[in-house]
């Protein structure tokens, strides 16, 4: 069979009452790093966060939860227990899941 290919700039969609979503709201620096990695989140929708670090197999690394957020959030990561290569980060802010990912040098 056939089927159709469409491409979304910017890609969102709905599942299980969860919008995904790649923003310009999660920044993640220095990216490619080395050891320490800085999260910034701009325009929070929800005053609790959660951020979650995965490897490559979806094992969950690291997982932080933050309450009392208003409006930003910044936070470290210090992977240097951990080999090179990339690891994603899922954002939960409310109802808005956004991923990210990071490469370690």
Do not use: C, M, W
């Not at 690291?62 to 899922?90: A, C, M």
């Amino acid at each position: 069979g056939t089927f159709d290919l469409i491409l979304n700039k910017n890609p969102v969609g709905i599942e299980d009452d969860f919008i995904y979503q790649k923003s310009s709201s999660l920044s993640i620096f220095p990216n490619p790093g080395k050891d320490i990695f800085n999260l910034r989140l701009e325009n929070a929708e929800s005053s609790t966060i959660d951020v979650i670090l995965y490897n490559l197999s979806g094992q969950i690394l690291k997982q932080k939860h933050f309450e009392g957020i208003s409006e930003s959030l910044f936070t470290r990561f210090d992977l240097s227990e951990h080999p090179g290569g990339v690891y994603h980060i899922r954002v939960l802010d409310g109802d808005r899941i956004i991923d990210g990912k990071l490469v370690k040098r």
